[in-house]
């Protein structure tokens, strides 16, 4: 099989028919054999039932369903463990990034040998300015944790070689944030450019607060800087004790009558404060050690398609961390 395409669902039954009118004549044009693996993140709405209609008339669809919503990242990992195709497209439902740009992609990638094609959006004027500053300050943030590898307008619309996606599945990440991760690995890559568009349907899957959810993974999966922040301000908290020790001393020294209340307050504050960031920003490393050392699968599958055995034997091995 030439070409698999992961699209991660979560209640998008209002995008869902014209999602599919659009993808399936831009595979069909292909001339090659396919497959569309729609992952369900565990929706409450009508989005199963409908993907299981419209699969009697489009046999190429695969759909695997999640017991339960794990998120966007997992379950694009559910669908790489699962896909068959020589070369593997991630891709959401909203239509924000056009399924016309796959036949591109996989051509870019079989001209020119490479592993990844990332979909870079040269035009974002169809997202509110707070979507695009958000954004610009996320991988500005990003590129300067993972390298100039990094392009600041690619998200999850990418095309990826069967070797990529063979790495990424033996990653022992319990959250991986692909958009990170896929360009540190080191792959040759190129890029097909494209105006993203608004969403067809139903309302964003990314809202401030996944989006704050996705930043703190995406910085703590992927660099030790946070610790390193939290040596900083511990030095910087010690160099402002010690200032105000020789300014109390100096006051005593000259008899001068200081309150006391006021710099210790400020002292007590700003050193609890720091402290308190400090103890956070291990907390968040702390709980992946947790998270990891518990071994739990990432997602249990409900019920896939393609296959007619019972969703506990579709779970995905359990691999020990090293």
């Not at 595979?27 to 369900?40: I, M, P, S, T």
């Not at 593997?88 to 020119?112: F, K, N, T, W």
């Amino acid at each position: 099989m030439l070409l698999s395409v992961v699209t991660p669902m979560y209640n998008e039954r209002e995008a869902v028919d014209q999602f599919v009118a659009r993808l399936r004549p831009a595979l069909d044009g292909l001339g090659a054999e396919y497959e569309v693996v729609a992952v369900d993140d565990g929706s409450t709405d009508a989005t199963v039932s409908r993907l299981l209609q419209l699969r009697a008339d489009w046999p190429q669809l695969r759909v695997v369903s999640l017991r339960r919503n794990v998120g966007h990242q997992t379950a694009l990992r559910a669908g790489f463990q699962a896909v068959r195709g020589e070369y593997v497209v991630s891709i959401d439902a909203d239509l924000q990034d056009p399924p016309e740009v796959i036949g591109e992609m996989l051509a870019l990638a079989r001209r020119d040998q490479v592993d990844v094609v990332y979909g870079v959006r040269s035009d974002r004027s169809t997202d509110s300015a707070f979507k695009r500053n958000s954004a610009g300050l996320y991988y500005w943030t990003m590129r300067r944790l993972v390298g100039s590898s990094l392009s600041d307008q690619a998200g999850d619309f990418r095309l990826m070689s069967r070797a990529v996606v063979t790495v990424l599945n033996s990653l022992q990440e319990p959250r991986p944030v692909y958009r990170l991760v896929v360009p540190s690995l080191g792959f040759s890559s190129g890029e097909v450019r494209y105006a993203r568009q608004e969403r067809v349907a139903g309302r964003t899957k990314y809202p401030l607060s996944r989006m704050v959810r996705l930043t703190f993974d995406s910085v703590t999966g992927f660099s030790a800087a946070p610790l390193r922040l939290a040596t900083w301000l511990g030095l910087f908290s010690f160099l402002l004790c010690v200032a105000l020790i020789v300014t109390a001393l100096v006051a005593w020294g000259s008899g001068g009558v200081v309150p006391g209340w006021t710099s210790l307050y400020i002292a007590v504050l700003l050193l609890g404060g720091i402290q308190l960031i400090c103890l956070g920003l291990l907390g968040e490393y702390v709980g992946r050690i947790y998270m990891a050392s518990q071994q739990r699968p990432p997602y249990l599958i409900a019920h896939d398609t393609a296959s007619p055995a019972p969703a506990e034997t579709s779970v995905p091995a359990v691999r020990t961390p090293s």
